[in-house]
Nanobody, 123 residues
Framework: QVQLVESGGGLVQAGDSLRLSCTAS????????MAWFRQAPGKGREFLGG????????VDTDAVSDRFIISKNNTKNKLYLQMNSLKPEDTAVYYC????????????????WGQGTQVTVSS
């Protein structure tokens, strides 16, 4: 089992930055792929990017662009999402997810999810 807790969301203005954190407990980064998703109002979950346990990364370049940076700290069991130059269309609930195996773009491939953290970007 893996328990995931996201933090760092909030209400910001367009152009601001936020860093989201995902803290994992239980069976941790040593054997799980970790990923970030987001879900905007009225839409499905969108894959942003993630890391395998061995450190291989994958991102959806259409979703992430160069404004978002995903990183992880194995010692602290944390996954991060640095979001810069935020836009109103980035408003969403941001989720951390985990699975055994490679990074997958489909949310159905991830059995473990955090509760999500709300990011609201005002114009």
């Amino acid at each position: 089992q893996v328990q995931l807790v996201e933090s760092g969301g909030g209400l910001v203005q367009a152009g601001d930055s936020l860093r989201l954190s995902c803290t994992a407990s239980g069976r941790t980064f040593s054997d799980h792929t970790m990923a970030w998703f987001r879900q905007a109002p009225g839409k499905g979950r969108e894959f942003l990017g993630g890391f395998t346990a061995s450190g291989t990364s994958a991102v959806d370049t259409d979703a992430v662009s160069d404004r978002f940076i995903i990183s992880k700290n194995n010692t602290k069991n944390k996954l991060y999402l640095q979001m810069n130059s935020l836009k109103p269309e980035d408003t969403a609930v941001y989720y951390c997810a985990a699975r055994i195996g490679n990074v997958r773009f489909s949310d159905n491939a991830y059995p473990y999810w955090g509760q999500g953290t709300q990011v609201t970007v005002s114009s």
